[in-house]
């Protein structure tokens, strides 16, 4: 069976610095992975996907995801974290061979401290 | 386009009554998908329809349902509402076609049931 996990409940950077936060999967086929961000009272917005090519994912708002096979990871990085990057986040999980459903991971909420 | 709008935003209801949501995906979409968001459980997927048929069904019981009309809106009801329920219903929609762009998915803002 397919899972996701993101170890992370928070994770607290200061503004200006690298961020990343974590996410594993486990699908049988090879993996599409997705980020979602939702920001308080809203809905999840979609932020970047990986399905196949190369491994570091360009995003929407200056972010970036790098697949890494052999560590099943698919982490979310930032240069430089905004205080407007506070916010939850969840990696997503599609296993490629099945048309079964999307699995989300339990989120992980940013913190970024001004 | 216009976004995936969910009716009513906000619903308070009492043990043992039922409850219908409404979703109405982005035009031309026809997947709709369907999940329930607490603070401890994260996103849980409830079910997934296309084209008016459900497609994939989480780990929910009976008590949760859902249908798809023909114009691509979908009801997703709970019978006998416990308190446990309470939670922020959020609905998702895609393309639903075959091939991988047909995976992202577009959320509305949700649905906040409270039980009591």
């Known amino acids: 069976a397919q899972s996701v996990a993101q170890p992370e409940d928070q994770v607290n950077v200061a503004e200006g610095n690298p961020l990343t936060v974590k996410c594993t999967y486990s699908?049988?086929?090879?993996?599409?992975l997705f980020w979602y961000v939702q920001y308080p009272n809203r809905g999840l917005q979609f932020l970047l996907k990986?399905?196949?090519?190369?491994?570091l994912v360009k995003g929407s708002y200056g972010f970036e995801a790098e697949f890494n096979k052999s560590q099943t990871s698919f982490h979310l990085k930032k240069p430089s974290a905004l205080v407007s990057d506070s916010a939850l986040y969840f990696c997503?999980?599609?296993?490629?061979?099945?048309?079964?459903?999307?699995?989300f991971g339990k989120g992980t909420r940013l913190h970024i401290l001004p | 386009k216009a976004g995936v709008t969910q009716t009513p935003r906000y619903l308070i209801k009492t043990r043992g009554q039922q409850v219908t949501l409404s979703c109405s995906p982005i035009s031309g979409h026809r997947s709709v998908s369907w999940y329930q968001q607490t603070p401890g459980q994260g996103l849980q997927f409830l079910f997934e329809?296309?084209?008016?048929?459900?497609?994939n069904k989480g780990n929910f019981p009976g008590r949760f349902s859902g249908r798809q009309f023909s114009n691509s809106r979908s009801e997703m009801n709970v019978s006998t509402l416990e308190l446990g329920d309470s939670a922020l219903y959020l609905c998702?929609?895609?393309?639903?076609?075959?091939?991988?762009?047909?995976?992202?998915?577009?959320f509305g803002p949700g649905t906040r049931l409270t039980v009591t």
């Open positions: 998702a929609s895609s393309p639903g076609l075959a091939g991988a762009q047909s995976y992202e998915q577009y």
């Open positions: 699908v049988s086929g090879n993996p599409y």
């Open positions: 329809y296309f084209s008016e048929t459900q497609r």
């Open positions: 997503a999980v599609r296993d490629s061979r099945r048309d079964d459903k999307i699995i």
């Open positions: 990986y399905i196949t090519g190369d491994n």
